[in-house]
Each structure stands twice: as C-alpha cells, then as structure tokens.
C-alpha cells in the first residue's frame, strides 16, 4: 500500500494542508498517525 503525506493530498485536492491534517484529526479522511505526523493510505487496499 501507497502513502501520501497530507501537503501531497492537499496539492492534489487543491486545499491547504492545514485542512487536510484537520479533516485527518476529526475523521472526515482516512488517515494513520506515525508520530507527530500524519499518513494518506492510496491505491488498491489488497494489494
């Protein structure tokens, strides 16, 4: 499985990354905190 980082998704959304990381925090997107930082899983799950 792929992972993006929140100013990758936020690029690719045309948003800013701080919300993208508030929509991580409150659980509007799918996301994995590794530390202080937060992780986008993409692509096909099975895989």
Same mark, same amino acid.
Not at 24 to 43: E, F, L, S, T
């Given at each position: 499985? &792929?992972? %993006?980082?929140?100013? !990758?998704?936020?690029? &690719?959304? %045309?948003?800013?990354? !701080?919300?993208?990381?508030?929509?991580?925090?409150?659980?509007?997107?799918?996301?994995?905190?590794?530390?202080?930082?937060?992780?986008?899983?993409?692509?096909?799950?099975?895989?």
């Amino acid at each position: 499985m &792929e992972y %993006k980082t929140p100013a !990758e998704i936020a690029e &690719e959304m %045309k948003l800013n990354p !701080e919300t993208v990381r508030r929509m991580c925090k409150r659980g509007d997107m799918y996301a994995i905190k590794c530390g202080n930082q937060w992780r986008i899983p993409v692509g096909n799950p099975d895989q």
